[in-house]
């Protein structure tokens, strides 16, 4: 229970984020989600998900290549 | 459960104790059978009938009983006067859309001060005794009469008289009868002998007591309730303070000194003028008159089909079925998209909202029958102009339907688009019949999912099939108690939540397999949307807490505590303040919504759990992206403010007056008393939740999204404080590794990731043509 009381404690802390700076974050959520929409896909999947084109990308290449 | 019938006999066999009253005997009333309905009533004239509209004709039409005529302003000016004058106080009106009540709308005048008490129990407050006031009602119980019978309204004027009768203070019936006696003779000049008083009864929740209708000419003007017992008629007890519950048709008394053809000539004056000159109606007025003197014995209640009923006033018109129809089928529309539009400008003034849910279904209903009206008879009809004009009728005595005329037009403006959208889509519907009639059933169905009205498909149905799909939408549904544990005979437990107590001892009261009630807590029970407290009683998890009634029962994980033991208590105050945090975002984001888009946003449902919280309100439209940032940047600009968030208990009656009706946006608190939180100088709403002090310690709040869930409901989700910090956070490290993979920075991601799954495309099409060339 003495970890939880220190957990509010600190998160008192950091909620205190300038207009600034949660604009700047809201931005990038906007950005992620932009992006997210073109794969049709969740945001929390969207790096797992360009890993896997990247890596297609690279193996279509090579059998197109193989092809050539 | 005994019927009216059943309690009108019982109370019968003493008819002196309950109908009979002072003014009977001083003016020589004697009781009477009517030899048509058999209803027994009170006159002073020998007559064998009861003076009820299916007993005789409206003799008043053309030949009115007043001394004067008079429209609809002055004839409640001279009821106002004439209870002024007996020392009573006149009461401003309240909203139509009933938010203190489980009723979606205010249906009696009554309606706006019943209490109910925690058990279920019924209680009346009054802001004055004795009181008068003029209270618009909207009903949906009687819509294939409205038009018809000359007298029927979803949207009508009830004067309400009320006295509440103590032995002391206030009066009794006689003096009731008394009074309303001179109202008629006195004030409207109608002769003693003209006047007839039947027995009736009023069988309410939770009390009931005997009832005497007044009536003249075949027109019932008044119903005087008597409530005398608390309970059912199985299982009561006499009142301590006893309620005069008089209710009387404001267009019925104005009608009655016209004497015009319909009770909607007389109620809706130069706004049915302006409609028939739109609609170019002509008709013969003297035969309309003819048939408007017999049309109180239309009552589609007892008549599922109307044929027979035409028929018979054909007859005795002189004239064929199809002749009559034709001359009243268009009047009739006519009175009833008049009484519609009346119904819906009222209702949306006051906040209501067409649409598919709960209560807004019945205006929608209305608003749908009025627009099949005329494309039935091809009318150059628009219902924003109807409504116009009506505002600009009523304007001089209810000035707030003029400060909402616009979002009353663009609201009726949306559905109309709507109901027109929807007649693309009936040709479709017609083939899936494949020339088969739908049954009733089918057409409820698709009324329900696509709004399209029987009369769209070309479709008769029968009188009731309004009644039917309205009165499923006319009580709002008490949520099923989650748990059946016996609670009776255990105390009320006493509530620590509200004061920020997070360590507590309590002795176990009660202990049923891993339920526990304790005589006093801090764990607050899941309601109004908010999650329930978690924590500890003594070693034992608290997994969900519920209120029955006053009674607060704990759910434990695994249960090792006995009745009488003293125990130590903690509440998991990290999880509870996220969720008073979310609360009071839900708060804000109301409040932000409501300045946004209008004052007809109201809370539908929410819901505060410790990862997000969401509200659904009313609204016709899905959120633009604009509005949904202009939503989320007023709350948090509210949040910055940092306004203080008082939390105090105020008298129902006191609250109202103080912060006005709005106190009801977050949804029906029934009680007497009510608990106020006011965010200083933003939103005040009743409500039971856990709230903060200060909106600044909400730190900021996120619109996650927003969707239009159903008509006229938009959700609205949101994460607060830390958690949505949290979010963003989260998000801001995904991007990171997004950026880190594609090598690049902020907007351009948005491109990079287009390019490369364009380049995946791209490469999988040649691919697949190199694997064909092979």
């Known amino acids: 229970m003495e970890k939880t009381q220190k957990t509010v404690e600190k998160n008192e802390e950091e909620k205190m984020?300038?207009?600034?700076?949660?604009?700047?974050?809201?931005?990038?959520?906007?950005?992620?989600?932009?992006?997210?929409?073109?794969?049709?896909?969740?945001?929390?999947?969207?790096?797992?998900v360009i890993e896997r084109f990247q890596k297609e990308i690279k193996e279509m290449e090579e059998k197109l290549k193989g092809f050539a | 459960m005994m019927t009216k019938k059943e309690l009108i006999q019982e109370f019968q066999k003493n008819p002196d104790r309950y109908w009979k009253v002072k003014l009977f005997d001083e003016l020589n009333f004697k009781r009477r059978q009517c030899s048509k309905c058999g209803k027994y009533f009170w006159s002073i004239k020998e007559q064998e009938t009861c003076n009820d509209s299916t007993c005789r004709t409206y003799d008043f039409i053309g030949k009115p009983p007043t001394k004067k005529s008079w429209d609809i302003f002055k004839t409640w000016k001279k009821i106002q006067k004439f209870f002024v004058d007996n020392n009573h106080i006149t009461l401003n009106r309240y909203p139509t859309v009933c938010r203190w009540y489980p009723l979606y709308f205010t249906i009696a005048g009554i309606v706006n001060f019943y209490r109910v008490g925690e058990d279920g129990s019924l209680d009346w407050e009054f802001p004055a005794n004795p009181t008068i006031m003029l209270q618009p009602c909207l009903r949906f119980n009687d819509i294939p009469n409205v038009g018809l019978n000359s007298k029927s309204f979803t949207c009508?004027?009830?004067?309400?008289?009320?006295?509440?009768?103590?032995?002391?203070?206030?009066?009794?019936?006689?003096?009731?009868?008394?009074l309303d006696f001179e109202l008629l003779t006195k004030v409207f000049g109608i002769k003693p002998e003209e006047i007839n008083f039947i027995e009736d009864a009023w069988l309410g929740y939770a009390a009931f007591g005997s009832s005497l209708e007044y009536h003249v000419q075949g027109i019932e003007l008044g119903n005087a309730v008597f409530t005398e017992f608390l309970g059912t008629p199985e299982n009561y007890r006499e009142a301590k303070e006893k309620i005069i519950d008089m209710g009387a048709g404001w267009e019925r008394f104005t009608w009655i000194t016209q004497g015009t053809p319909t009770c909607y000539d007389?109620?809706?004056?130069?706004?049915?003028?302006?409609?028939?000159?739109?609609?170019?109606?002509?008709?013969?007025?003297?035969?309309?008159?003819?048939?408007?003197?017999?049309?109180?014995?239309?009552?589609?209640?007892?008549?599922?089909?109307?044929?027979?009923?035409?028929?018979?006033?054909?007859?005795?018109?002189?004239?064929?079925?199809?002749?009559?129809?034709?001359?009243?089928?268009?009047?009739?529309?006519?009175?009833?998209?008049?009484?519609?539009?009346?119904?819906?400008?009222?209702?949306?003034?006051?906040?209501?909202?067409?649409?598919?849910?709960?209560?807004?279904?019945?205006?929608?209903?209305?608003?749908?029958?009025?627009?099949?009206?005329?494309?039935?008879?091809?009318?150059?009809?628009?219902?924003?102009?109807?409504?116009?004009?009506?505002?600009?009728?009523?304007?001089?005595?209810?000035?707030?339907?003029?400060?909402?005329?616009?979002?009353?037009?663009?609201?009726?403006?949306?559905?109309?688009?709507?109901?027109?959208?929807?007649?693309?889509?009936?040709?479709?519907?017609?083939?899936?019949?494949?020339?088969?009639?739908?049954?009733?059933?089918?057409?409820?169905?698709?009324?329900?999912?696509?709004?399209?009205?029987?009369?769209?498909?070309?479709?008769?149905?029968?009188?009731?099939?309004?009644?039917?799909?309205?009165?499923?939408?006319?009580?709002?549904?008490?949520?099923?108690?989650?748990?059946?544990?016996?609670v009776s005979g255990l105390p009320k437990t006493k509530i620590l939540y509200y004061d920020d107590v997070i360590n507590f001892q309590a002795k176990v009261l009660k202990v049923s397999g891993n339920f526990v009630v304790l005589d006093q807590t801090a764990f607050y029970p899941t309601s109004g949307g908010q999650e329930h407290d978690t924590g500890y009683i003594g070693d034992n998890k608290v997994v969900d807490v519920i209120k029955i009634h006053s009674i607060i029962v704990h759910q434990l994980e695994?249960?090792?505590?006995?009745?009488?033991?003293?125990?130590?208590?903690?509440?998991?105050?990290?999880?509870?303040?996220?969720?008073?945090?979310?609360?009071?975002?839900?708060?804000?984001?109301?409040?932000?919504?409501?300045?946004?888009?209008?004052?007809?946003?109201?809370q539908y449902g929410a819901e505060k759990t410790e990862e997000k919280a969401r509200i659904d309100i009313t609204h016709f439209e899905a959120l633009s992206e604009d509005e949904e940032e202009k939503i989320e940047k007023l709350a948090n600009e509210i949040v910055q403010k940092g306004l203080r968030i008082n939390k105090f208990v105020l008298e129902r009656g006191e609250a109202e007056k103080k912060y006005g009706?709005?106190?009801?946006?977050?949804?029906?608190?029934?009680?007497?008393?009510?608990?106020?939180?006011?965010?200083?100088?933003?939103?005040?709403?009743?409500c039971g939740g856990l709230h903060g002090d200060n909106t600044k310690e909400v730190g900021l709040i996120k619109i996650l999204r927003t969707k239009r869930i159903a008509d006229g409901l938009v959700r609205i989700e949101i994460k607060a404080g830390e958690v949505a910090l949290e979010y963003l956070k989260e998000k801001e490290k995904i991007l990171e590794e997004v950026e880190k993979r594609l090598n690049v920075k902020g907007e351009k991601v948005v491109e990079a990731v287009k390019e490369l799954f364009e380049k995946w495309k791209k490469l999988r099409k040649q691919l697949k043509k190199m694997r064909k060339k092979k």
């Open chain 1, 17 to 48: 984020i300038s207009k600034k700076e949660f604009e700047e974050l809201k931005k990038k959520e906007k950005i992620l989600k932009k992006a997210a929409e073109i794969l049709r896909v969740e945001d929390k999947d969207l790096p797992r």
């Open chain 2, 156 to 178: 009508f004027g009830m004067v309400q008289q009320t006295s509440l009768f103590d032995g002391k203070n206030g009066y009794w019936k006689d003096k009731c009868i008394e």
């Open chain 2, 266 to 486: 007389a109620a809706f004056g130069p706004v049915l003028e302006k409609m028939k000159k739109a609609c170019e109606i002509k008709y013969d007025k003297k035969f309309f008159a003819q048939y408007s003197k017999i049309s109180g014995r239309i009552n589609l209640d007892e008549f599922a089909d109307f044929k027979p009923v035409l028929q018979s006033l054909a007859k005795t018109l002189k004239v064929s079925p199809e002749e009559l129809q034709k001359i009243i089928e268009p009047l009739q529309a006519l009175y009833a998209i008049a009484d519609h539009t009346r119904a819906l400008v009222f209702a949306i003034a006051d906040g209501g909202l067409p649409s598919n849910v709960a209560g807004g279904y019945n205006l929608r209903v209305i608003l749908r029958r009025s627009l099949s009206f005329i494309d039935k008879f091809g009318w150059n009809l628009k219902i924003e102009d109807v409504a116009h004009w009506h505002v600009e009728y009523l304007k001089k005595m209810f000035p707030e339907l003029e400060e909402k005329i616009e979002e009353i037009e663009k609201i009726l403006r949306v559905e109309t688009n709507r109901y027109k959208n929807t007649r693309e889509r009936v040709s479709r519907i017609v083939q899936t019949f494949a020339g088969r009639k739908p049954t009733e059933e089918e057409l409820i169905r698709l009324y329900d999912s696509e709004g399209i009205t029987p009369e769209q498909l070309g479709i008769e149905v029968s009188s009731d099939f309004y009644t039917k799909i309205t009165e499923r939408h006319m009580v709002e549904k008490k949520e099923s108690e989650k748990i059946a544990l016996d």
């Open chain 2, 558 to 602: 695994e249960c090792n505590l006995k009745e009488g033991q003293i125990v130590d208590c903690k509440v998991d105050k990290k999880r509870r303040e996220i969720l008073k945090k979310h609360h009071d975002a839900i708060h804000i984001i109301s409040g932000a919504a409501r300045k946004i888009l209008g004052s007809h946003v109201h």
């Open chain 2, 661 to 686: 009706f709005g106190i009801y946006a977050g949804g029906y608190i029934p009680s007497r008393k009510l608990r106020i939180v006011e965010i200083e100088g933003f939103d005040v709403e009743a």
